[in-house]
């Protein structure tokens, strides 16, 4: 068989990669955020106007595309 042993993973390994989980695991809640409350807005705006908010779209087109 193979006689392959995995190279050891460092405690300090670990500790940066659970660092780079949480970090971008607040960007995409953070996103998630930004991206809900606009769509609000945008219901909100063309509930009111009913036109869209052109400059809302395209940011949150930005966003999503982020």
Do not use: W
Not at 15 to 30: G, P, W
């Amino acid at each position: 068989m193979n006689d392959y042993a995995a190279p050891k993973v460092t405690r300090g390994q670990i500790a940066v990669r659970l660092l780079y989980t949480l970090l971008y695991l607040a960007v995409f809640c953070i996103l998630k955020g930004i991206i809900l409350l606009t769509t609000l807005f945008q219901f909100v705006y063309l509930f009111i106007t009913r036109n869209h908010s052109e400059p809302t779209r395209v940011f949150v087109n930005q966003v999503v595309t982020y």
